[in-house]
C-alpha cells in the first residue's frame, strides 16, 4: 500500500522555483531519510505536503485520499528553529495541541486527555517538565516535548523536520527509539536527515534531492556515491570512507 503519493509538485516563492515537478510514492510502514544540500527544498517539500504552503501544480495523496481528507492521521514534528519558543505556553499544552482535531478547537481537554498528554510527556522523559513553560527548556527538552505531542497525536504517518539538530545524545537515542517503535507498528514516518554518516543506520528509503528529485527509493540502492554527487555538487568528502559534507561547503 502507498502511503504518500507526491505527484509533479512544483512549489514556487516570489516566482522563483524552489521545488520542481517532484514525484515519489512512499510505502506504508516505510522509514524514509530525505537527503540534500542545504536550499535543496526539504523543509518546503514537507510544508507544501502538509498545505502550510501554497502549491503551483501537481498533487498530493495519503493513504489514496487528498490531504485534506487525512489531516487526523498526519503527525508533524517541525523544524526546531522554525518555532517561536516564546511563545507563552507550558510544555502539556504544546502537547495537547496535538490533540485538537480529537479534542475539538476551543474546547478544554478534558481528564483523560490530559492524563495521555502526561502520559505521552512520561514516554519521552518529560514528566517532570508538564507545567515548564517551553521557553525556558533546552534545545533537546524543546525537541521532546515536540516528540511527545506527535505521540500524543497518533498518526499514521509522520514528518519530522532535521529533528536531530542541536540535540544532545540522550535525546538523539530516543527520536532514534521513537522512529524504530512507530516503524514496528506499522506507521509511515519522513525525516529531513542532515548526517549523511547514519544515513544507512536510521533509513529503508531515501529521497534525495535537490530542487528535483535525484532519486527515491529503498536506501541501499539510491545512496550510493554518483546519487550523492548528484545531488551535493561534488561538493561531498570522505571520512572512513563514509561521504561527509564538510562544514560550510554547502
Ligand atoms: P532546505 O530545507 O532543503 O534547506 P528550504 O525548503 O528551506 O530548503 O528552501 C528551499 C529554497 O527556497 C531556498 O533557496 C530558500 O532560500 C528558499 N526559501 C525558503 N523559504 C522561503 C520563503 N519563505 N521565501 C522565499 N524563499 C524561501
Ligand atoms: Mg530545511
Not at 502520559?119 to 517551553?134: E, F, H, P, S, W
Not at 556515491?225 to 561521504?243: C, H, M, Q, T, V
Amino acid at each position: 500500500m502507498i502511503a504518500l503519493s507526491v505527484n509533479n509538485l512544483t512549489v514556487t516563492y516570489d516566482k522563483q522555483p524552489a521545488l520542481e515537478n517532484v514525484s515519489f510514492a512512499v510505502p506504508e510502514g516505510s522509514l524514509t531519510g530525505i537527503i540534500g544540500p542545504n536550499g535543496a527544498g526539504k523543509s518546503t517539500l514537507i510544508k507544501s505536503i502538509l498545505q502550510l504552503l501554497p502549491t503551483l501544480s501537481g498533487s498530493v495523496e495519503v493513504f489514496d485520499e487528498p490531504y485534506k481528507k487525512q489531516k487526523k492521521i498526519i503527525g508533524y514534528v517541525p523544524q526546531r528553529s522554525e518555532v517561536d519558543w516564546d511563545f507563552p505556553t507550558n510544555a502539556l499544552d504544546v502537547v495537547l495541541m496535538g490533540r485538537y482535531r480529537h479534542i475539538g478547537w476551543f474546547k478544554r481537554a478534558n481528564k483523560k486527555e490530559i492524563e495521555w498528554g502526561k502520559t505521552c510527556l512520561a514516554k519521552v522523559g518529560m514528566a517532570d517538565y508538564a507545567n515548564r513553560q517551553i521557553s525556558q527548556l533546552s534545545g533537546g527538552q524543546q525537541q521532546r516535548v515536540f516528540l511527545a505531542r506527535a505521540l500524543a497525536q497518533d498518526a499514521r504517518i509522520y514528518f519530522m523536520d532535521e529533528p536531530f539538530a542541536g540535540v544532545d545524545a540522550a535525546t538523539e537515542k530516543a527520536i532514534i527509539q521513537l522512529m524504530k517503535d512507530w516503524k514496528s507498528e506499522g506507521k509511515t514516518v519522513l525525516v529531513v536527515h542532515h548526517d549523511l554518516q547514519t544515513v544507512e543506520d536510521y533509513f529503508d528509503h531515501v529521497l534525495l534531492l535537490n530542487k528535483t528529485p535525484i532519486q527515491y527509493g529503498e536506501t541501499q540502492k539510491v545512496f550510493t556515491l554518483s546519487n550523492l554527487e548528484r545531488a551535493y555538487g561534488g561538493k561531498i568528502a570522505f571520512l572512513d570512507k563514509s561521504p561527509v559534507v564538510p562544514q560550510g561547503a554547502e
